[in-house]
């Protein structure tokens, strides 16, 4: 078999079988196929496609290219929540002390902050002493211990994954919804879990831009996931907006922290309260929206989940004294107030420029090896459908660079649409896909 011939067959619009995709990923991992044969076939890959039927095989032997999690001497019912990326997306934070307070594993590796989407693993690095560099021994330790733990994600699971991705980072093979799917699944399904929640965005912040587009990625995401025997589901939800007030890393931490004290974002409630309903009927603890609605609220008015977050932090070697005083977490030197040059209603704010003012105030990075300032942010005082009068505050920005703050405040200004009318409310959930 050779792959000038596997490239030739794809090219010409075929279908590659298993013994093809499977010599493919092993020729990757052996180096017996040079880069630029893998660019040439990710191109093609881009122009022809992949069937259903060659996305699941290709997903599959990615996840057998490195090591895979087990964890069925933990539970029978371990959840994974996934996130494609967003604006002020702290979710995660949110979902796992919700999820390990009800008795739920969960068991979850995350990355860092690339381009304009924040990355989990540097919104926890922003709390001082907390390790997500944990070996699989600590990870799986921790989750049967605690309910839960979150690691960074570790370059042994899926390698494959990681050369491809790096090979189609660099030939704008990126954005083709089968790498995309095989991407995704083949790294939730090697991290063990047989529950995925997968929690896909549209709009503006994310990169994929449209509900139908968004729609397309996650039937693919779960038919492939589903035919390698994982419980998954797809939440669609718009990203057309920031999520919550906060966007950078210790600021979106306070505002975690804000929620499981019950000053809860009604955007931020929406969509966590919709993945943890899933993940309970996925594991069959609840079968209505109202029940688990409900339990949810209990669990953070009685301060059980907030409790649970102090426990995840202190098991990662976290300090908590910032739970209390938020002057512990990384502090900025310069705070700058924007005000409104109008007076009306918040129409829209475009989550994409919000990011970028943010990325270049140093919450953000270009390459993976870039450092970040983990106090550097934007905190929205105004978000949609609220008033707001000429001369009032509507976002604050946190930086230690000044030469980026008025390039940050145009941005800021120009994403800021203001309306006569008030504009009505909706919902951000679009579509979920079982």
Do not use: W
């Not at 995709?21 to 093609?44: C, H, P, R, V, W």
């Not at 949110?94 to 969960?106: C, D, E, Q, R, S």
């Not at 926890?124 to 990870?139: A, K």
């Amino acid at each position: 078999m050779k792959i000038v011939d596997i490239i030739e067959k794809k090219k010409n619009g075929n279908s590659l079988s298993e013994e093809e995709i499977k010599f493919f990923i092993n020729g990757i991992m052996d180096g017996s196929i040079e880069d630029y044969q893998t660019s040439a076939l990710l191109m093609a890959i881009y122009f022809r496609g992949m069937n259903i039927d060659e996305t699941t095989i290709l997903t599959k032997y990615m996840v057998e290219s490195g090591e895979k999690l087990d964890l069925s001497d933990i539970s029978d019912n371990i959840v994974d929540k996934h996130s494609t990326g967003g604006v002020g997306d702290k979710i995660t934070l949110i979902f796992l002390p919700l999820m390990a307070a009800a008795g739920v594993y969960t068991a979850k590796l995350s990355g860092r902050g690339l381009g304009h989407t924040g990355g989990t693993i540097d919104k926890l690095e922003s709390i001082p002493g907390f390790r997500t560099d944990l070996s699989v021994d600590e990870f799986k330790k921790k989750v049967k211990e605690y309910k839960t733990a979150i690691a960074a994600q570790t370059l042994s699971l899926a390698p494959a994954d990681g050369k491809l991705y790096a090979l189609r980072d660099v030939t704008s093979t990126v954005d083709i919804i089968p790498l995309i799917a095989s991407s995704v699944v083949s790294k939730k399904i090697a991290s063990g879990a047989n529950h995925i929640i997968l929690d896909v965005k549209y709009g503006s912040g994310a990169f994929i831009k449209t509900a139908k587009e968004a729609q397309k990625l996650s039937e693919v995401m779960v038919e492939v996931g589903k035919r390698l025997n994982r419980n998954i589901c797809a939440v669609i939800s718009s990203m057309e907006q920031p999520l919550g007030r906060a966007i950078g890393n210790s600021v979106e931490v306070q505002e975690v922290i804000e929620f499981l004290k019950g000053n809860m974002e009604p955007d931020l409630k929406e969509i966590t309260y919709t993945l943890c309903y899933k993940a309970f009927e996925k594991t069959g603890m609840y079968k209505t929206k109202y029940e688990v609605y409900d339990y949810l609220d209990e669990l953070i008015m009685s301060g059980k989940a907030l409790e649970k977050f102090k426990e995840i932090i202190l098991s990662q070697n976290g300090d908590v004294s910032f739970i209390e005083d938020y002057t512990k977490l990384p502090q900025a030197s310069i705070k700058y107030e924007i005000k409104s040059d109008k007076s009306g209603f918040v129409k829209n704010i475009d989550a994409l420029k919000i990011a970028k003012a943010c990325k270049n105030l140093g919450a953000g990075r270009e390459k993976k090896t870039d450092l970040i300032d983990y106090s550097a942010g934007i905190y929205l005082t105004q978000k949609y459908s609220e008033p707001v009068k000429e001369g009032e505050i509507i976002a604050v920005i946190y930086t230690n660079n000044q030469e980026s703050v008025k390039e940050a405040e145009i941005l800021i200004k120009s994403a800021f649409e203001i309306s006569d009318k008030q504009p009505a409310s909706y919902s951000l959930i679009n579509k979920i896909i079982d």
